[in-house]
């Protein structure tokens, strides 16, 4: 009986800790920062956007990094795509008005 309530134990412990390690990479890149649809940003936003982006972009990087060697592959890659996801989404935020300024000219 002691033998089974121990082996019980770790193999609820153990599988506490691998649910743990999988959400690692899904905690690193939550809180992205709020951005707002391409057509509807305001350049006076931009440079405060642009600190929010690096911010959360470094904090995140650096989470993934110490989640890596045992962070499940698929959990892992879609944390890294929701990564790129707000690069991405930045990037055109930054495209966009770099346009709108030339078009002024």
């Not at 905690?27 to 649809?37: E, F, K, T």
């Not at 966009?96 to 030339?102: A, C, F, P, T």
Request: aromatic content about 8%; proline content about 5%; some cysteine.
């Amino acid at each position: 009986m002691k033998k089974l309530l121990l082996a019980s134990a770790f193999t609820t412990l153990a599988a506490v800790s691998l649910n743990s390690h999988a959400n690692c990479a899904l905690a690193a890149v939550m809180n992205p920062p709020s951005l707002p649809p391409v057509a509807a940003s305001v350049a006076e936003d931009m440079p405060n956007l642009k600190f929010a982006v690096e911010e959360y972009l470094d904090r995140a990087s650096q989470g993934l990094d110490v989640c890596a060697g045992y962070s499940d592959d698929f959990v892992y890659n879609a944390a890294v795509a929701r990564l790129e996801k707000t690069a991405d989404h930045y990037n055109a935020l930054v495209r966009y008005h770099r346009q709108l300024q030339v078009s002024a000219k």
